[in-house]
């Protein structure tokens, strides 16, 4: 939406350079700003293409926009000789030019955690929408492309998703042993293990058990565009 937002204010300035839109008073300017957010309206179409463009186009923008308002609300006119049209180009390739790489920064962050290679993890036990007996409950994760570890340390080795932590949730809360520690698998997992189990305690009900496979000095990984595949969760009931 930015993207077409400017290049339509861009179509209007270079229009009243050129004498093809006449704005003399703010009335006039309802057509051609309507025009520009019709235009703008269009992105959802293009818009991954677009937010490319996102940088280079915002300040061009920006300065179209203000160079419109000053001819309308000032003595200076927008024409291909005046002083007014020629500062605008000049400003919007330098502020273009200047600010892009921040823009574009801005505009596509860099995505928070460690970056996977190909780490997955599944709750293999229960089932989803499986009904489960009160109390004890066996918890079986699937770790595929990396290794579950015997506990936190203080670094991650040199591949994190090598000797992993997994935290396991019920209803969002994390499982814990009498320490308060979280919850450790059943499991001496000191070589790494690709498959370990948790014990954990259901009252009667219907529960979401999620788990999360942590770099073993508890740093999340990096969620994608298709969700966080170092996530998994299942929802059951409690009989």
């Known amino acids: 939406m930015v993207v077409l937002c400017s290049f339509g204010l ?21 057509l051609p700003f309507a025009g520009t957010a019709v235009l703008a309206s269009l992105s959802g179409a293009t818009n991954t293409f677009l937010s490319d463009w996102v940088g280079w186009w915002t300040p061009i923008g920006i300065v179209a926009l203000v160079g419109i308002l000053v001819h309308t609300f000032t003595p200076l006119r927008l024409t291909p000789r005046s002083t007014l ?59 595929t492309g990396g290794t579950i570890g015997p506990g936190p340390t203080s670094t991650a080795p040199d591949d994190p998703e090598e000797l992993g932590v997994v935290h396991v949730f019920v209803d969002g809360i994390l499982e814990t042993n009498e320490t308060g520690r979280p919850l450790a698998p059943e499991q001496d997992c000191a070589d790494g293990c690709t498959t370990a189990t948790w014990d954990i305690d259901l009252p009667r009900g219907a529960h979401v058990i999620s788990v999360e496979f942590l770099a073993s000095n508890l740093e999340s990984f990096a969620a994608t565009a298709a969700g966080s595949p170092t996530v998994d969760l299942v929802a059951i009931e409690a009989r």
């Not at 273009?96 to 996977?116: F, K, Y």
């Open 85 to 143: 049209t020629w500062a605008c180009v000049a400003v919007a390739i330098v502020s273009s030019v200047l600010l892009h790489t921040t823009l574009e920064d801005a505009w596509h962050p860099a995505p928070t955690g460690i970056q996977r290679d190909d780490l997955t993890v599944a709750v293999t036990t229960p089932a989803d929408g499986t009904d489960v007996p009160t109390g004890s409950t066996t918890v079986t994760v699937q770790v």
């Open 10 to 30: 861009v179509i209007v300035f270079v229009g009243v350079v050129v004498g093809r839109i006449h704005i003399e008073e703010p009335g006039d300017l309802v």
